[in-house]
């Protein structure tokens, strides 16, 4: 059974950071590119950033590009998404999301629909 398991959001200042991260099991995580997506209420889940299933090429949305780094540990089944300088618009439910990539180095698409698996989610709130 494949979970994926976000944890570390919370209630930041602005300018604040915050680091996520999503434990992956059931799966053989270095074959998966990961995501991270977010979601406020009252609108779509839009992209954040993805990594490759090696973790040398990544994509970021504008609106994290400087402030959002995303990274992973394959020998930990874990991605994570460091955010600095966060901003009150910065506030959603964040979902780490996976699929399966094989062998193929350059799969990191920003795309939610070509995410296989999703966890619950993790609430990012920054105050002003």
């Known amino acids: 059974q494949v979970q994926l398991v976000e944890s570390g959001g919370g209630l930041v200042q602005a300018g604040g950071s915050l680091r996520l991260s999503c434990a992956a099991s059931?799966?053989?995580?270095?074959?998966?590119?990961m995501g991270w997506f977010r979601q406020a209420p009252g609108t779509d889940r839009y992209f954040v950033a993805t990594?490759?299933?090696?973790?040398?090429?990544?994509y970021y949305a504008s609106s994290g590009k400087g402030r959002f780094t995303v990274s992973r540990d394959n020998a930990k089944n874990t991605v994570y998404l460091q955010m600095n300088s966060l901003k009150p618009d910065d506030t959603a439910l964040y979902y780490c999301?996976?699929?399966?990539?094989?062998?193929?180095?350059?799969?990191?698409?920003?795309?939610?629909?070509?995410?296989?698996?999703w966890g619950q989610g993790t609430q990012v709130t920054v105050s002003s």
């Open positions: 999301a996976a699929d399966y990539s094989g062998y193929n180095d350059y799969y990191a698409p920003p795309e939610s629909r070509h995410y296989a698996y």
């Open positions: 059931g799966i053989a995580f270095r074959h998966y590119a």
């Open positions: 990594i490759n299933r090696n973790g040398d090429l990544t």
